[in-house]
């Protein structure tokens, strides 16, 4: 089993940058991948980030590539998102999840939800 929290959203202006944190328990977390997904008002859950369990490999949405970074360190069982040059469009709440295997932009194969941070980004 394993439980995620995440932590760091906030209230920023546009152009600004946030790091938010997912924290997870269960002694198995460093062999799951890790993905972010965010949620705006009225709008379907879509994929943001997402990293191997190693944190060798990642992957982006198209609208964040460039700007944010996702990473891990295992140690702290712990998985950041780092954005950047934050905008308007950014405005949701922000969910981790974390599967052992399937699509990473899929959110139905992702096991284990976080209960998200909200973002904020005024112009």
């Known amino acids: 089993q394993v439980q995620l929290v995440e932590s760091g959203g906030g209230l920023v202006q546009a152009g600004d940058s946030l790091r938010l944190s997912c924290a997870a328990s269960?002694?198995?977390?460093?062999?799951?991948?890790t993905g972010w997904f965010r949620q705006a008002p009225g709008k379907e859950r879509e994929f943001v980030a997402a990293i191997s369990f190693s944190g060798a490999v990642t992957e982006y949405a198209d609208s964040v590539t460039g700007r944010f970074t996702v990473s891990r360190d295992n140690d702290k069982n712990t998985v950041y998102l780092l954005m950047n040059s934050l905008k308007r469009e950014d405005t949701a709440i922000y969910y981790c999840a974390a599967t052992y295997a399937g699509t990473w932009s899929r959110a139905l194969d992702y096991n284990y939800w976080g209960q998200g941070t909200q973002v904020t980004v005024s112009s």
């Open positions: 269960g002694p198995t977390y460093s062999t799951y991948i």
